[in-house]
Nanobody, 123 residues
Framework: HVQLVESGGGSVEAGGSLRISCVAS????????MAWFRQAPGKGREGLAC????????YYADSVKGRFTISQDNAKNTMYLQMDSLKPEDTAIYSC?????????????????WGLGTQVTVS
């Protein structure tokens, strides 16, 4: 079993930056890949960025490429999402996810474990 807890959300002005974190605990082999998703009001869940726990390979959705950076500190079992040049349309609940697969994907079905999310509001 894996538990994920996000933190660092908040309100920021357009053009600003924010870094959110996800602390993971539990069975290590169940989190070979990790990712960030978001869900805006009235919209479906969108995959943003993923990272392989071993090796650190990353992949980004076109909507955030060049503005968001995913990273990890394996010693702290923590994944980060640095968000720069934020736009009002980035307003959403941001959730982290963990999966057992050894590839980096942005589909909901690629991940078994989910955090509750943290709210990011850009005005």
């Amino acid at each position: 079993h894996v538990q994920l807890v996000e933190s660092g959300g908040g309100s920021v002005e357009a053009g600003g930056s924010l870094r959110i974190s996800c602390v993971a605990s539990g069975y290590r082999d169940s989190r070979n890949s990790m990712a960030w998703f978001r869900q805006a009001p009235g919209k479906g869940r969108e995959g943003l960025a993923c990272i392989l726990t071993d090796g650190g390979s990353t992949y980004y959705a076109d909507s955030v490429k060049g503005r968001f950076t995913i990273s990890q500190d394996n010693a702290k079992n923590t994944m980060y999402l640095q968000m720069d040049s934020l736009k009002p349309e980035d307003t959403a609940i941001y959730s982290c996810a963990a999966g057992q697969y050894f590839w980096c994907g942005l589909l909901i079905r690629d991940y078994k474990y989910w955090g509750l999310g943290t709210q990011v509001t850009v005005s």
